[in-house]
């Protein structure tokens, strides 16, 4: 399967949390529908179904990427 670049990730994440609380505060029709397409593009980079899963999914993702590997150990 494809990962998304933890950049791209990272970023959607932080559209999502912005934009999560300009609905709660404003809940204009373009903040939603901001939401809706961050949601779908989240589903589809971490290849989940509903935006719970992709939260999660792409939090895990990121950690990961965080965590250095060393790759010295594998020869």
Known sequence: MLMA???VLKDLLEQYETLRGL???KGTEGARQRIE???YTLC???GTLDID???AVARRQLAAADTPHDTALAS
């Open 5 to 7: 670049h933890p950049v």
């Open 23 to 25: 609905h709660a505060e």
């Open 44 to 46: 589809v980079s971490t």
């Open 37 to 39: 397409d961050i949601s």
């Open 53 to 55: 899963t992709a939260l």
